[in-house]
């Protein structure tokens, strides 16, 4: 094989990792405000529960008020009674005593059913804040890992890059810019594998002389219809 043709595969294969790793690194911030969205819902939730309860509490007050204004006007309607001089006069002041009173009940059901809403929704808002909590905890964790692997990773990608860099010092300068073009232009695939007459860069047939010859691996060859470096690999073709 010519050393060219090992050097461009070498190449291949750091291109092809750092091309990935470089992927995974740039979409680390993505993953992470994922991450966040079930933590921001919660937040959001626990805002929402929090006015619900303020305004139940808020309708509590004004129907404790309004209880409080009519029993203060059922004492005072009592406190008429002895100064009523007809049974006629009474008998319609107690009817009016009564349908006040009977005004009164409905509030106070009202009210019962009141308190009740700010016990279910104080419930709701505690288990909100719970949820909040555990999602908190659940994103600080992700994050540290993805943190860690970004660290990890740009380590990684450092040291790729500079024995990647060392390796294309050595091939020769119109070789390598054409091995650039293609990685630039042909999605980071720049030399490819071919086998049983296919180009494994754009699943072309090449013609069966060129196939010959590119199985040879005696000199460079490129594909005719994507351009890219082509390579015979006996030891996968006989793995098969
Ligand atoms: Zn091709």
Known sequence: MPNELKI????????????KERDIIDNIPKKISEYELPYKEALMNIEKKKKDVESALKQKRDLELNLKE????IDKQKARITSLKTNREYSTHIKEIEKIEADKSKLEDKLLMAMENVDKLNKEAKEAEKTLGLEKKKIEEKKKFLEQDQIDLTKDLKSLLSKRNKLAK????TIYN????LLENKYGLAVVEVRDEVCHGCNLNIQPQIYAEVIKNERLHRCLQCGRYIYYDHEAANQK
């Open 70 to 73: 009519i029993a203060d006007n």
């Open 170 to 173: 050595t091939l020769d300068r």
């Open 8 to 19: 461009l595969r070498e190449l291949q294969t750091y291109d092809t990792k750092i091309i």
């Open 178 to 181: 054409q091995y650039m073009d």
